[in-house]
Structure formats: structure tokens, C-alpha cells
């Protein structure tokens, strides 16, 4: 059942919130232990929400747009009381002492929480087996990987364990493992939804956006948790957006251009599936009156190397908290200073000492200018090609992600070759433009396929109208 | 090490100084959390001020608005400014990293005029956050000797201005008197209490020396944990000597960090400048930049009190004499009571004397007045001095009019036809002394001077007034 | 091909970042390391001398908090949850060096 059915059913008192959270939990309880999509189930307290819920509209009691609607919340975002890890061993245990914006919107719109979802650690990563709690797997093939960092709210949506989810977007998270997954998967123009109780990654990057298996279902979530947060000084102050009434609106008339960059002209390493699925994607939206052409953002291609600079620069001093002082575990040692590496040594895997170094790197004495300096230049350059193809058009497109979903443990030994999997996704972070994943059918493995429409800065409604016309023509429609 | 001392008429000492002041705001810098830290540990924090995972700064407008005050007093110009990172692993610090400002400060570029009128440049003034307050256990609360350390952060984010002076200090009395005036201008402001002995105002010291005569700044090293204006010349004292010392004996000056040991009187080495931190400093992503208005720096100057040089200008003027001789009592705030005292004719060496000397403690429940009509009552010799500073002492610890207190006391004048009467009477009734004081030689007028003002004195109870006394006899001597 | 950063270097950097490598991570580290940043060596011949850096994607300024003390919070529930805690302090080992 898709959100709004759920949210419309459970308003009117057709079908109780405690029937849907069982229903749910029922489906999980089957799969989950193949899927690994969560960190955290939180089924007892769902229960007890959804009954909260039950006997609100039982005293006549008017609720939220999503009343009684599962939702599986990426294991970065703060939920008071209840254990927040980011899937890294330094925060095992933790639960914060309150919540963040996003989870107070969600509650105030009648969602009900049912788990805490595996992510690669603290984010980084784009096929979610960097997690020290162990990978989740593609519902749609258990061998492969289900996309990251947000594996597991995209895994969680595809497998029917809830029909929304939030992940974060720093580089794609969200919109890479949406197409891996065959879901929606939105990142809002940066500063739309609030990153209070968002833990950081990277803080100028980084966007709360939703997950849904439809097109509405997507513009709904966000329609929630969008809107001016005085907690979070990079919050626009605007009002919570306002998408659903407008889906059916079509593109006619619109300009819409096909990247050129990204779409397997500039770089190489997007499989001729993909690129074929991008070709279709052209035909539907023209078909529907659009004017597509293709367009040129050419410093696009320099998007990768900016963002593994701006990126791990920005996370070094994020992730320099971690200490073992205030909070999480610590690994105890003659003296603080010894403590505090220590407890980092132990408690940072991999991948996220790997970054913190580069980062390091970045921006020490020396080196500051020829790497970090020069990436925030580069993200002018690419912000004003951006702004120069915008001139000429309301929308542009590409893949989401270069390849399907691979297979796990295929790149892990390359850290540069996993890089790549955001080739596509990492310009719109850079320019802070909004940009999504709709599924549209399938590459020759069977797996999904998602097309990337972006938008300039705000236009998300525009966004959204070209989404749902490429969702009702993309084959795999909602059973 | 025991110094010699060497000549220090060859040499220069150069001097500059970089004061921290916490501003007198409610909350903190970048929270709503409490600006106040007495009281139990860890009880004004929140999760900003803990740097716990996904909390976020923003920015409080008065510590904004308190910063550009200060600015203007130093005659600085206030910009644009941008927060930045300062990297670095240390326990008080939750987020392992200081909010500051780096590139583009709020104020640059002023002066601070000391009371003789020399102008001392000041670099800088900009904002930045507090950290926590570590105590160590055990091993009499010294560092080294420390079995473990406890940490509260209610200082945690408290807003503190720091004012970077140029090297233009040339004395120990230069410094005291840079940091007397500066501490005078924050609290005339109300940007801060400057309360040095409760660390709201902290001093730390650049200095370095060079020959009499050269132009060349030498090496110079900085010196911290200065608590009071009486170690700040000390530590200035102990640390030229020790870099004349080693120039002398053909070494040369390595730059440090030394700390001022008041217990020793010596400064020790804390690091050099090879240990010193790589700060990595980048812009705060997490916060935006600060653009204060034409319209809002002009509001804020209109609503700038007089200013101590000012005020130091303006009383000099008012009693005829330099500015030099003002400045005490405009650093206590004492220019109103002098003003007033001195409008109502009282004598200004008498009103100098009491300002100076006798209200170092405060005013009490002083009025300014009281204060005068308490001085001209002194003036016109209702009063003797002694008895006026009787007086004065109980109109501060107790207020009141000054007629009613002298009255209280019995300090009546008495008027000079009643006071002759009383010398006639004596000089009668010791007819050979009055003969011995008209005709003897210096020697024998004096004693007999004292043995009539002592009957005199007797007679009236101490009411009558010494100088009066003399006038007396030396006109009847005359006759 | 130059080595684009040192094994020195990215032992310097893991200290700045309080982290202990082994010898055998410390080699590995140093060619992953080296391999990102010889991608990012395509910036390299971009010119971008007159262009202006961008640390924030959306202009935005004057974001300012009115000086009001804001709700409670409840630090019990942070001290509960620390690793150590003596007095309502975060209690620490030795912290040997300066301040
Ligand atoms: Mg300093
Ligand atoms: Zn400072």
C-alpha cells in the first residue's frame, strides 16, 4: 500500500495504525535477516505509537498527512532515547537526548517510526557494506549491494518493510541506492529540509531527503519535512513546499536537457544499459511535450575530484569529536591524550579513517590552497556552469548511478573505483541544487535503473512534475 | 636559573598584547544554553554547547552586536566576516575544534590611546567561543602531577572578543596601562564586567627585545596564564631579562609558548614554535557570514556611552590639569562625582585627593551630590580634612546628607567670632607663653604655636580648625 | 610516477587526527591516499585563479539567534550515557602537556 492510501485509510478509521505497523512488521520479521536493512527495529515502540495514534482518531482527533505510516529512518539522524550509530562502532550504544528536526516533523505528521537503518559508516560510502554492523543486500538479488550510504532506507522501501524512508545526501546517498533499489529517492535543494540532528558528514553537502516507492508518495514526505528550521543556520527561510497538488502537471512546454557529461559522452564507465534506459527516459518526456536536447554542464566532469577533497576536508573536523570523552565507548589508556586515539584507532573503520586523513591532508599547513582551496573554486566553476545551462533549460537529466547494483565485495578492494559509483549525483551536492532517482526499468541483469532528473536551486515542484511523467511510463509500475 | 642582571639601558623591550574578553551576554555564543558558569557543573549545556553528534550553531545577535560596540570603541572598522575552524584535539574543547575567525575578523584595523596620548594600534577584534574548564585531580591540582582530570562545560561556547594589539606596548607599564584602558572601555560599554581575577578578561603576552635603536623586531615568544595586572609586568620583567641574557651570552631566542608561574615569578617553556599545532583552519560550514548593515553600525555607534579618553578630556578640562592625572578616576568611573564636585566650586585638590585616595573601595551609597556638597563643605572650611574623610567613609557605607552625618558626628564648625573669644581667653589666662610665642625666635614660636592650638583644639573639643587656629594667633601675634 | 603523498606525510596526518596506524595499514593508507589524490590531479591544469571559492551552496547571510535563553535540557540524560562521569563532570585520565 502506498503512503497516502495508508495515511487517507487510517484518518478515516477504515484500517487501524496498529493493523499497518503488524502488517509491516509481519513482512520484516520474514525478510529481514536476509536483507540486513536495519540496524534497529523498533517494533514495540511503533506498536505503542501506532496505538497512540489509533485511539487519537478514536477521540475524533484530527492527524498529519502521514497518520499511522511506517517509516524506516537512516541510523544517522538523532532519535531521542533511541540508539543512533551510524553504522560505526565509536557511536555503538549512543542514544542521543534528542531529536532531530526531521523526527519532530515526521511525529507531528502522525509517521510512526519503525527502525533505524544501516548506512556505510558515518555515510561515506556508496554500496553500504562500510558498516560495522555488517552489509544489507539488494531486495531484488541478496548477492548484490542495495547502493549507498542510504543501502539500507532504500532496501527497506524495496523490500516492503515500510513504505517511506529518510536517508541522507552528501555525494548521492540517497539517489544512488534509490536507483540500485528501484525506488524514488529525492535530495532537496540544500538548506530545504533542516540538518539539525543530522549527524555531519560533510556539513556543506549534506541533505535529509525522503524515499518512497512513488512519485507522490516521495512529494508527500518531503512536503513534511521541508521548511524553515531556526536551529540550522543553512536552513532557507521558506515556507515547507508545497509539491502534491501539482504532480499531474506534466512537462509540456518545458526545456529539458540530457547532460552530456554524464551520459556516457564525457566520462567513461556508464554501461551502454544504462545509457539505453537514458535514451528512453528522452523519448517518454518528449512524448509528453517536453522540449529535451542535450545539454553541456562541462565542468561537471572535475565534480568527482572536488567533492574528495571538499567532502573528507570537511569530515575530518566533524568526525575530530569523537573521542570518547562525552559520549559513545571508550577505549580507556594512561592518559587522555592516549585515550582519545585510542578510542578512535578502535572505534573508525576503514573507509572513515581513510577519508579523515585525506581530509586531514586537504587541509594542512602547505597544502591548503593547491587541494581545498582550488576545490572551492571548482565548485564555482561548476555552479556557474550549472546556472549557464539553466538559461537554456527548466530541467536537465542523466543516469543516477553509472552501472545496476554490483555484486558485493566487486569494489571494495578499490577504494577510487567505489569513488566512482557518484560520479553523476556529486555535481548537484556541489551546486546545492535539488535533484532525484525515479526507477525506469531495468538493465540486462534484471536490476534497476534510475534516471537523475535535476532541477535548479527551489524548482523541486518542476522536478517532480518531470518525475511522475517518466514513473507513469517506466514499465515497472506498483504492484 | 638565576639572572644576572644585564644592562638593560641598551636594550628595547617590544611588547604586544591579545586580550580575550567573555561578552556580557545571556546565552551563549551559539546556543540557548546559559551564559553563566558558577553553580553545578554541566548544568548550562546543551547539545550545542556539548558538541554532541548532529547539533548546530547559531550565531547569538548580541554577542554580534557587543562585538561591533567594541569595535567602534577601538575605533576599528567593522566588515564582513566569516567564521572559521580552528582544528585541534584538546579535552575542554567538545568539538575538538574552536569557532572562530580567521581570514575576515568583524573589527580590523584601530587604536587604543593610553592616558599620556600615545595611540596603540590594534589589529583585530573578533569573535570566537569559549571552551570548558578543566579541574585536575589529585597531585595538589597541578597538571603533571594529576591522577585524573574532571571536565565541566558551562564555559563551553561562551562568546569571548579576542583583541589582538599591535607590538606597539614598550614597558611594563605600557602593558598595565594598555590593559587598564581597554578593561575601561569594555566596561564602559557594557560589552563585558573585565574582570581579570574571574578570567572574563584573560591576557596574553607577545614579547621580544631588541637593541636600543634598531628597527628589526627580534624573536619573540608568547607567554600565558597571566591573572592580574601585577603579573603582567612581572612576567614582562622576568621574560626580557632572560631573552637579554641569552642574546648576551651569543644564543639565540627560540620562538615559544611560555606560561607565567606567579608562585616562581618565572616564566617556563610550553611549547616551541616546531610543536605548534597545525590549526587547519577552514570557513565554518555550518554557519553563514556576518554583513552587518550601514544602518545597524551606525544605530550601535549613536548608542556608544562617552568613552573613557573622552571622558578623560573632558574632566581634565573641567578641573585644569592633563589627562594624565583624569585617568585614574575615569577608570573608576568617577568623572561624574568630580564633575559634579567640582561645578559646585569645591576645591579640585581636595576633590582629587578623595577620588583618588579615598574611594579606591568603590562609592557606596555615595551620590555624586552628596559627594559635592560634602567637598565644598570642606572648601569653605566647615569641615577639617580629617573630618571630611570621617564623613565621606559613612556616606559610603551608609549614605545620607553630609550636613546631618558631620552633625552626628558633632562636627559643627564653629563660626570665628565664637573661636576668637575662646583665643582671647586663652592668651589671657596664659599671658607669659603669649609673651614668650610674640617675642621669641622660630625655634620658640613654633612650640608655643602648638601649645596654644593644643589648649585650643582642647577647649573646643577637636571642633575647631588648625589652620584657622594659626590664622588667629599669627594675626593677634601681630597687633 | 611521483608519489603524491609520503608514508612521513600520512603518518604526520594520522597524528593530526589522533589516529594509530600500524606499519602494514600505514603502507596500505599511503596508496589509497595516493591514488585519490592522483585523480584529483586533474584539477591541476584547471586555472581557476580569478575564480572566487564557494564554501556555502546557497547564499545566504546575517543568519542571527535573539539572546533568549531557550527550553531545559536534560543533561542526566547525557551524563547517564557517558563513558565516565564523577560529580556532574566528564571525568578523564591524565591529561598530560598544556593547555
Ligand atoms: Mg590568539
Ligand atoms: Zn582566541
Redesign the pocket.
Given at each position: 500500500m502506498e503512503a497516502t492510501e495508508i495515511a487517507e485509510k487510517v484518518s478515516s478509521g477504515e484500517i487501524s495504525a496498529r493493523t499497518v505497523v503488524e502488517q509491516h512488521i509481519e513482512i520484516i520479521n520474514e525478510i529481514e535477516s536476509d536483507v540486513n536493512a536495519f540496524n534497529l527495529v523498533t517494533a514495540e515502540k511503533a506498536l505503542i505509537d501506532a496505538d497512540e495514534i489509533d485511539s487519537k482518531i478514536a477521540s475524533g482527533e484530527t492527524l498529519g498527512p502521514l497518520a499511522g505510516v511506517p517509516i524506516s529512518i537512516k541510523d544517522n539522524l538523532c532519535t531521542r532515547g533511541i540508539e543512533t550509530t551510524c553504522s560505526s562502532k565509536i557511536l555503538e550504544g549512543w542514544k542521543p537526548p534528542y531529536d532531530a528536526t526531521v523526527i519532530e516533523k515526521l511525529k507531528e505528521a502522525g509517521a510512526v517510526i519503525i527502525g533505524k537503518t544501516n548506512l556505510d559508516e558515518f555515510a561515506m560510502g556508496s554500496s553500504t557494506e562500510n558498516s560495522a554492523f555488517g552489509p544489507t543486500r539488494n531486495p531484488h538479488n541478496l548477492e548484490c549491494v542495495p547502493g549507498g550510504s542510504s543501502g539500507g532506507s532504500a532496501a527497506a522501501v524495496a523490500a516492503g518493510f515500510s513504505p517511506l524512508a529518510l536517508g541522507s545526501d552528501t555525494g548521492g546517498s540517497i539517489r544512488q541506492p534509490a536507483a540500485l533499489c528501484g525506488v524514488v529517492g529525492v535530495k532537496p535543494t540544500y538548506g530545504r529540509v533542516s540538518r539539525y540532528g543530522l549527524v555531519a558528514f560533510a556539513s556543506s553537502l549534506d541533505q535529509v531527503g525522503p524515499f518512497a516507492n512513488t512519485v507522490s508518495d516521495a512529494a508527500l514526505t518531503l512536503e513534511v519535512i521541508s521548511g524553515h528550521d531556526p536551529r540550522d543556520s543553512t536552513s532557507i527561510p521558506e515556507k515547507p513546499l508545497d509539491i502534491s497538488g501539482f504532480l499531474d502537471q506534466g512537462v509540456e512546454g518545458m526545456r529539458i536537457g540530457v547532460i552530456e557529461e554524464l551520459s556516457g559522452k564525457g566520462l567513461g564507465g556508464i554501461s551502454q544499459d544504462v545509457i539505453s534506459r537514458v535514451e528512453d527516459a528522452i523519448k517518454v518526456l518528449s512524448n509528453a511535450g517536453a522540449d529535451v536536447e542535450p545539454a553541456s554542464v562541462p565542468a561537471s566532469i572535475y565534480g568527482l575530484s572536488a567533492y574528495y577533497v571538499i567532502a573528507p576536508a570537511e569530515a575530518s573536523s566533524n568526525l575530530a569529536r569523537y573521542d570518547g570523552i562525552r559520549f559513545g565507548p571508550r577505549t580507556e589508556a594512561a592518559t587522555t591524550a592516549e585515550t582519545m586515539t585510542a578510542t578512535r584507532t578502535k572505534g573508525f573503520g576503514d573507509e572513515v579513517k581513510r577519508r579523515i586523513m585525506l581530509g586531514t591532508y586537504a587541509l594542512s599547513a602547505g597544502y591548503y590552497d593547491a587541494y581545498y582551496g582550488k576545490s572551492q573554486r571548482v565548485r564555482t566553476l561548476i555552479m556557474n556552469d550549472f546556472a549557464k545551462a539553466y538559461e537554456k533549460f527548466d530541467l536537465l537529466i542523466s543516469p543516477t548511478a553509472p552501472t545496476t547494483a554490483f555484486p558485493l565485495g566487486d569494489k571494495t578492494a578499490d577504494p577510487m573505483q567505489m569513488y566512482l559509483q557518484d560520479v553523476c549525483t556529486i555535481p548537484s551536492n556541489l551546486a546545492g541544487h535539488p535533484a532525484m532517482s525515479v526507477p525506469f526499468g531495468f538493465g540486462a541483469d534484471g536490476m534497476p535503473v534510475g534516471i537523475q532528473i535535476l532541477a535548479p536551486a527551489m524548482a523541486e515542484r518542476e522536478m517532480f512534475q518531470a518525475a511522475k511523467i517518466l514513473e507513469s511510463e517506466s514499465g515497472n509500475g506498483i504492484e | 636559573m638565576e639572572l644576572n642582571s644585564p644592562d638593560m639601558n641598551d636594550w628595547e623591550t617590544v611588547i604586544g598584547l591579545?586580550v580575550h574578553a567573555e561578552l556580557a551576554t545571556k546565552t551563549k555564543m551559539f546556543s540557548s544554553a546559559l551564559n553563566s558558569f558558577g553553580g553545578k557543573p554541566n548544568s548550562n549545556t546543551d547539545p550545542v554547547s556539548l558538541g554532541l553528534p548532529g547539533s548546530l550553531p547559531v550565531l547569538n545577535e548580541k554577542a554580534v552586536e557587543l562585538a561591533i560596540r567594541v569595535g567602534l570603541a577601538l575605533n576599528c572598522e567593522v566588515q564582513k566576516s566569516v567564521f572559521a575552524r580552528k582544528n585541534y584535539f584538546y579535552p575542554d574543547m567538545p568539538k575538538a575544534y574552536q569557532i572562530s575567525q580567521f581570514d575576515l575578523p568583524i573589527n580590523k584595523e584601530g587604536w587604543l590611546e593610553l592616558p599620556d596620548g600615545r595611540r596603540i594600534g590594534i589589529e583585530r577584534a573578533h569573535l570566537e567561543e569559549d571552551t570548558g574548564k578543566i579541574t585536575h585531580v589529585g597531585g595538589g591540582g597541578r597538571i603533571h602531577e594529576a591522577s585524573y582530570s574532571l571536565i565541566d562545560y558551562n564555559r563551553s561556547g561562551v562568546p569571548l572578543i579576542?583583541i589582538?594589539g599591535a607590538p606597539d606596548l614598550r614597558s611594563p607599564d605600557d602593558a598595565r596601562d594598555y590593559v587598564s584602558e581597554l578593561r575601561s572601555i569594555l566596561v564602559t560599554i557594557g560589552a563585558s564586567d573585565g574582570k581579570m581575577e574571574e578570567g572574563s578578561l584573560r591576557v596574553?603576552c607577545n614579547v621580544s627585545v631588541r637593541k636600543k635603536g634598531t628597527e628589526e623586531f627580534g624573536t619573540r615568544c608568547e607567554i600565558k596564564n597571566i591573572n592580574s595586572l601585577r603579573s603582567l609586568g612581572r612576567a614582562i620583567e622576568y621574560e626580557a631579562k632572560r631573552q637579554i641574557e641569552i642574546i648576551e651570552s651569543g644564543q639565540k631566542i627560540e620562538q615559544q609558548t611560555r606560561h607565567w608561574d606567579e608562585a616562581e615569578g618565572r616564566t617556563h617553556k610550553l611549547r616551541s614554535k616546531e610543536e605548534a599545532f597545525d590549526y587547519r583552519y577552514f570557513p565554518e560550514p555550518d554557519l553563514v557570514s556576518v554583513e552587518p548593515s550601514e544602518e545597524w553600525i551606525r544605530e550601535i555607534s549613536g548608542s556608544l556611552p562617552p568613552l573613557p579618553r573622552e571622558r578623560r578630556h573632558l574632566l581634565a578640562e573641567a578641573i585644569g590639569v592633563e589627562p594624565t592625572e583624569t585617568s585614574l578616576i575615569v577608570q573608576r568611573d568617577l568623572d561624574t562625582f568630580a564633575l559634579e564636585a567640582i561645578s559646585s566650586n569645591a576645591n579640585k585638590n581636595r576633590v582629587l585627593v578623595h577620588l583618588e585616595n579615598n574611594l579606591a573601595d568603590g562609592v557606596g551609597e555615595l551620590t555624586p551630590e552628596a559627594f559635592a556638597s560634602l567637598t565644598v563643605m570642606e572648601t569653605n572650611g566647615e569641615l577639617t580634612s580629617t573630618q571630611t574623610k570621617t564623613v565621606l567613609a559613612e556616606l559610603v557605607e551608609a549614605g545620607g546628607d553630609p550636613q546631618e552625618v558631620a552633625k552626628s558626628h558633632g562636627f559643627e564648625s564653629m563660626d570665628n567670632s565664637e573661636l576668637e573669644e575662646i583665643v582671647d581667653r586663652i592668651i589671657s589666662e596664659n599671658s607669659d607663653d603669649w609673651l614668650a610665642f610674640i617675642n621669641g625666635d622660630e625655634t620658640e614660636r613654633k612650640k608655643k604655636s602648638g601649645f596654644f592650638v593644643g589648649l585650643i583644639m582642647k577647649e573646643t573639643n577637636g571642633q575647631a580648625d588648625g589652620k584657622i587656629v594659626n590664622q588667629i594667633l599669627n594675626t593677634k601675634s601681630k597687633n | 610516477m611521483v608519489e603524491r603523498i609520503s608514508r612521513e606525510e600520512v603518518a604526520h596526518v594520522a597524528r593530526l587526527a589522533q589516529l594509530a596506524l600500524s606499519e602494514d595499514e600505514l603502507d596500505a593508507f599511503t596508496s589509497q591516499l595516493a591514488a585519490v589524490l592522483d585523480h584529483a590531479a586533474d584539477l591541476e591544469a584547471l586555472n581557476v585563479d580569478d575564480i572566487e571559492p564557494s564554501t556555502h551552496p546557497f547564499p545566504l547571510k546575517n543568519v542571527l539567534r535573539v539572546d533568549e535563553p531557550g527550553e531545559g535540557f536534560e543533561i542526566e540524560e547525557v551524563l547517564e550515557g557517558a563513558p565516565e562521569v564523577e560529580e556532574h563532570q566528564f571525568r578523564v585520565p591524565p591529561i598530560l602537556g598544556d593547555s
Amino acid at each position: 500500500m502506498e503512503a497516502t492510501e495508508i495515511a487517507e485509510k487510517v484518518s478515516s478509521g477504515e484500517i487501524s495504525a496498529r493493523t499497518v505497523v503488524e502488517q509491516h512488521i509481519e513482512i520484516i520479521n520474514e525478510i529481514e535477516s536476509d536483507v540486513n536493512a536495519f540496524n534497529l527495529v523498533t517494533a514495540e515502540k511503533a506498536l505503542i505509537d501506532a496505538d497512540e495514534i489509533d485511539s487519537k482518531i478514536a477521540s475524533g482527533e484530527t492527524l498529519g498527512p502521514l497518520a499511522g505510516v511506517p517509516i524506516s529512518i537512516k541510523d544517522n539522524l538523532c532519535t531521542r532515547g533511541i540508539e543512533t550509530t551510524c553504522s560505526s562502532k565509536i557511536l555503538e550504544g549512543w542514544k542521543p537526548p534528542y531529536d532531530a528536526t526531521v523526527i519532530e516533523k515526521l511525529k507531528e505528521a502522525g509517521a510512526v517510526i519503525i527502525g533505524k537503518t544501516n548506512l556505510d559508516e558515518f555515510a561515506m560510502g556508496s554500496s553500504t557494506e562500510n558498516s560495522a554492523f555488517g552489509p544489507t543486500r539488494n531486495p531484488h538479488n541478496l548477492e548484490c549491494v542495495p547502493g549507498g550510504s542510504s543501502g539500507g532506507s532504500a532496501a527497506a522501501v524495496a523490500a516492503g518493510f515500510s513504505p517511506l524512508a529518510l536517508g541522507s545526501d552528501t555525494g548521492g546517498s540517497i539517489r544512488q541506492p534509490a536507483a540500485l533499489c528501484g525506488v524514488v529517492g529525492v535530495k532537496p535543494t540544500y538548506g530545504r529540509v533542516s540538518r539539525y540532528g543530522l549527524v555531519a558528514f560533510a556539513s556543506s553537502l549534506d541533505q535529509v531527503g525522503p524515499f518512497a516507492n512513488t512519485v507522490s508518495d516521495a512529494a508527500l514526505t518531503l512536503e513534511v519535512i521541508s521548511g524553515h528550521d531556526p536551529r540550522d543556520s543553512t536552513s532557507i527561510p521558506e515556507k515547507p513546499l508545497d509539491i502534491s497538488g501539482f504532480l499531474d502537471q506534466g512537462v509540456e512546454g518545458m526545456r529539458i536537457g540530457v547532460i552530456e557529461e554524464l551520459s556516457g559522452k564525457g566520462l567513461g564507465g556508464i554501461s551502454q544499459d544504462v545509457i539505453s534506459r537514458v535514451e528512453d527516459a528522452i523519448k517518454v518526456l518528449s512524448n509528453a511535450g517536453a522540449d529535451v536536447e542535450p545539454a553541456s554542464v562541462p565542468a561537471s566532469i572535475y565534480g568527482l575530484s572536488a567533492y574528495y577533497v571538499i567532502a573528507p576536508a570537511e569530515a575530518s573536523s566533524n568526525l575530530a569529536r569523537y573521542d570518547g570523552i562525552r559520549f559513545g565507548p571508550r577505549t580507556e589508556a594512561a592518559t587522555t591524550a592516549e585515550t582519545m586515539t585510542a578510542t578512535r584507532t578502535k572505534g573508525f573503520g576503514d573507509e572513515v579513517k581513510r577519508r579523515i586523513m585525506l581530509g586531514t591532508y586537504a587541509l594542512s599547513a602547505g597544502y591548503y590552497d593547491a587541494y581545498y582551496g582550488k576545490s572551492q573554486r571548482v565548485r564555482t566553476l561548476i555552479m556557474n556552469d550549472f546556472a549557464k545551462a539553466y538559461e537554456k533549460f527548466d530541467l536537465l537529466i542523466s543516469p543516477t548511478a553509472p552501472t545496476t547494483a554490483f555484486p558485493l565485495g566487486d569494489k571494495t578492494a578499490d577504494p577510487m573505483q567505489m569513488y566512482l559509483q557518484d560520479v553523476c549525483t556529486i555535481p548537484s551536492n556541489l551546486a546545492g541544487h535539488p535533484a532525484m532517482s525515479v526507477p525506469f526499468g531495468f538493465g540486462a541483469d534484471g536490476m534497476p535503473v534510475g534516471i537523475q532528473i535535476l532541477a535548479p536551486a527551489m524548482a523541486e515542484r518542476e522536478m517532480f512534475q518531470a518525475a511522475k511523467i517518466l514513473e507513469s511510463e517506466s514499465g515497472n509500475g506498483i504492484e | 636559573m638565576e639572572l644576572n642582571s644585564p644592562d638593560m639601558n641598551d636594550w628595547e623591550t617590544v611588547i604586544g598584547l591579545e586580550v580575550h574578553a567573555e561578552l556580557a551576554t545571556k546565552t551563549k555564543m551559539f546556543s540557548s544554553a546559559l551564559n553563566s558558569f558558577g553553580g553545578k557543573p554541566n548544568s548550562n549545556t546543551d547539545p550545542v554547547s556539548l558538541g554532541l553528534p548532529g547539533s548546530l550553531p547559531v550565531l547569538n545577535e548580541k554577542a554580534v552586536e557587543l562585538a561591533i560596540r567594541v569595535g567602534l570603541a577601538l575605533n576599528c572598522e567593522v566588515q564582513k566576516s566569516v567564521f572559521a575552524r580552528k582544528n585541534y584535539f584538546y579535552p575542554d574543547m567538545p568539538k575538538a575544534y574552536q569557532i572562530s575567525q580567521f581570514d575576515l575578523p568583524i573589527n580590523k584595523e584601530g587604536w587604543l590611546e593610553l592616558p599620556d596620548g600615545r595611540r596603540i594600534g590594534i589589529e583585530r577584534a573578533h569573535l570566537e567561543e569559549d571552551t570548558g574548564k578543566i579541574t585536575h585531580v589529585g597531585g595538589g591540582g597541578r597538571i603533571h602531577e594529576a591522577s585524573y582530570s574532571l571536565i565541566d562545560y558551562n564555559r563551553s561556547g561562551v562568546p569571548l572578543i579576542e583583541i589582538v594589539g599591535a607590538p606597539d606596548l614598550r614597558s611594563p607599564d605600557d602593558a598595565r596601562d594598555y590593559v587598564s584602558e581597554l578593561r575601561s572601555i569594555l566596561v564602559t560599554i557594557g560589552a563585558s564586567d573585565g574582570k581579570m581575577e574571574e578570567g572574563s578578561l584573560r591576557v596574553d603576552c607577545n614579547v621580544s627585545v631588541r637593541k636600543k635603536g634598531t628597527e628589526e623586531f627580534g624573536t619573540r615568544c608568547e607567554i600565558k596564564n597571566i591573572n592580574s595586572l601585577r603579573s603582567l609586568g612581572r612576567a614582562i620583567e622576568y621574560e626580557a631579562k632572560r631573552q637579554i641574557e641569552i642574546i648576551e651570552s651569543g644564543q639565540k631566542i627560540e620562538q615559544q609558548t611560555r606560561h607565567w608561574d606567579e608562585a616562581e615569578g618565572r616564566t617556563h617553556k610550553l611549547r616551541s614554535k616546531e610543536e605548534a599545532f597545525d590549526y587547519r583552519y577552514f570557513p565554518e560550514p555550518d554557519l553563514v557570514s556576518v554583513e552587518p548593515s550601514e544602518e545597524w553600525i551606525r544605530e550601535i555607534s549613536g548608542s556608544l556611552p562617552p568613552l573613557p579618553r573622552e571622558r578623560r578630556h573632558l574632566l581634565a578640562e573641567a578641573i585644569g590639569v592633563e589627562p594624565t592625572e583624569t585617568s585614574l578616576i575615569v577608570q573608576r568611573d568617577l568623572d561624574t562625582f568630580a564633575l559634579e564636585a567640582i561645578s559646585s566650586n569645591a576645591n579640585k585638590n581636595r576633590v582629587l585627593v578623595h577620588l583618588e585616595n579615598n574611594l579606591a573601595d568603590g562609592v557606596g551609597e555615595l551620590t555624586p551630590e552628596a559627594f559635592a556638597s560634602l567637598t565644598v563643605m570642606e572648601t569653605n572650611g566647615e569641615l577639617t580634612s580629617t573630618q571630611t574623610k570621617t564623613v565621606l567613609a559613612e556616606l559610603v557605607e551608609a549614605g545620607g546628607d553630609p550636613q546631618e552625618v558631620a552633625k552626628s558626628h558633632g562636627f559643627e564648625s564653629m563660626d570665628n567670632s565664637e573661636l576668637e573669644e575662646i583665643v582671647d581667653r586663652i592668651i589671657s589666662e596664659n599671658s607669659d607663653d603669649w609673651l614668650a610665642f610674640i617675642n621669641g625666635d622660630e625655634t620658640e614660636r613654633k612650640k608655643k604655636s602648638g601649645f596654644f592650638v593644643g589648649l585650643i583644639m582642647k577647649e573646643t573639643n577637636g571642633q575647631a580648625d588648625g589652620k584657622i587656629v594659626n590664622q588667629i594667633l599669627n594675626t593677634k601675634s601681630k597687633n | 610516477m611521483v608519489e603524491r603523498i609520503s608514508r612521513e606525510e600520512v603518518a604526520h596526518v594520522a597524528r593530526l587526527a589522533q589516529l594509530a596506524l600500524s606499519e602494514d595499514e600505514l603502507d596500505a593508507f599511503t596508496s589509497q591516499l595516493a591514488a585519490v589524490l592522483d585523480h584529483a590531479a586533474d584539477l591541476e591544469a584547471l586555472n581557476v585563479d580569478d575564480i572566487e571559492p564557494s564554501t556555502h551552496p546557497f547564499p545566504l547571510k546575517n543568519v542571527l539567534r535573539v539572546d533568549e535563553p531557550g527550553e531545559g535540557f536534560e543533561i542526566e540524560e547525557v551524563l547517564e550515557g557517558a563513558p565516565e562521569v564523577e560529580e556532574h563532570q566528564f571525568r578523564v585520565p591524565p591529561i598530560l602537556g598544556d593547555s
